[in-house]
């Protein structure tokens, strides 16, 4: 953002720390900002899926309770969130680096480009852009679409939300995208992050670790999550849907909620925006 609004190359000389695990401690060793860029760039080519250029999962994506169950979840699936964030920074950088320096943008640009050529490949099975993709030995399996058997839960906000606002969806799938957002997931206090909570185990995990055991059925186990449903509104906004917008912003305000939000409980709300928890005591009431 500082490079698109500034032009500032010179920062990228910059000499920076990094800092170390476990301690948290700078290295005494400096490195320029690019160099940070490159290792990183490099790392996330490092934990692609074999053969593709989708990153695995690893630790999680911005859904915290999300968090895979085991290491092979971590290391052999793919969030549609992740790739499409990352396809996104490639192809920013690759039009920053226009400026900067020729041989960087058009590298930028085929790793962007390998990375749509994948994600319309492997994570948009029967036109619906999948919440996850499983690489196993017996082929992929999907996660949160309607393929799936398993979890009971068919339709992801985060993919279809990151798929329109990185560019990475066509006109006619941003259109699809929407669509299917505001069938499956719009709901009176705004968009959910799945069209079902996730199955409440409290044992042994399977696919994601916190959410099969959190006590709380609240925003991250499937209800609306505020910054989620924002991202939506940027999601529409960039397509263009003006009205759409304005009720989506409506329906989180903190002022007069209820005259948007018919069931929300009194609570705290003069100076920020709220997500939603469901009013359950147990996640088996839920």
């Known amino acids: 953002?500082?490079?698109?609004?500034?032009?500032?190359?010179?920062?990228?000389?910059?000499?920076?720390?990094?800092?170390?695990?476990?301690?948290?401690?700078?290295?005494?060793?400096?490195?320029?900002?690019?160099?940070?860029?490159?290792?990183?760039?490099?790392n996330i080519i490092k934990n692609y899926i074999p053969n593709t250029s989708l990153s695995c999962y690893g630790g999680g994506d911005w859904?915290?309770?999300?968090?895979?169950?085991?290491?092979?979840?971590?290391?052999?699936?793919?969030?549609?969130?992740?790739?499409?964030?990352?396809?996104?920074?490639?192809?920013?950088?690759?039009?920053?680096?226009?400026e900067y320096d020729m041989e960087e943008a058009n590298k930028y640009a085929k790793l962007a480009a390998d990375i749509k050529a994948d994600y319309e490949k492997y994570l948009i099975p029967d036109g619906i852009p999948a919440g996850f993709a499983y690489f196993g030995?017996?082929?992929?399996?999907?996660?949160?679409?309607?393929?799936?058997?398993?979890?009971?839960?068919?339709?992801?906000?985060?993919?279809?939300?990151?798929?329109?606002v990185a560019e990475l969806f066509d006109?006619?799938?941003?259109?699809?995208?929407?669509?299917?957002?505001?069938e499956h997931l719009l709901h009176a206090d705004g968009v959910r992050l799945m069209d079902k909570g996730v199955n409440y185990r409290g044992g042994i995990n399977t696919y994601f670790m916190r959410a099969e055991t959190a006590a709380n059925f609240g925003r991250e186990i499937g209800l609306q999550y505020c910054h989620a449903h924002i991202r939506y509104c940027e999601a529409i906004a960039k397509i263009g849907h003006a009205d759409d917008l304005y009720k989506g912003l409506l329906t989180i305000h903190p002022v007069a909620i209820h005259n948007q939000v018919k069931n929300a409980l009194p609570r705290q709300r003069n100076s920020y925006f709220s997500s939603s928890d469901g009013n359950f005591l147990t996640r088996y009431d839920a």
């Open 63 to 98: 859904d915290d309770t999300l968090q895979p169950a085991n290491h092979s979840l971590a290391s052999n699936m793919v969030s549609g969130w992740t790739v499409a964030l990352t396809y996104e920074v490639f192809s920013k950088l690759a039009t920053l680096f226009t």
């Open 137 to 164: 030995e017996e082929g992929i399996k999907y996660i949160i679409h309607p393929n799936d058997k398993e979890t009971g839960m068919k339709y992801r906000l985060l993919p279809l939300n990151r798929g329109i």
């Open 171 to 182: 006109e006619e799938m941003k259109e699809k995208s929407l669509g299917l957002i505001q």
């Open 1 to 42: 953002l500082y490079l698109e609004r500034t032009k500032d190359f010179a920062i990228l000389d910059e000499m920076v720390s990094y800092t170390l695990k476990p301690e948290s401690i700078y290295s005494e060793e400096k490195y320029t900002l690019k160099q940070h860029i490159d290792n990183e760039v490099d």
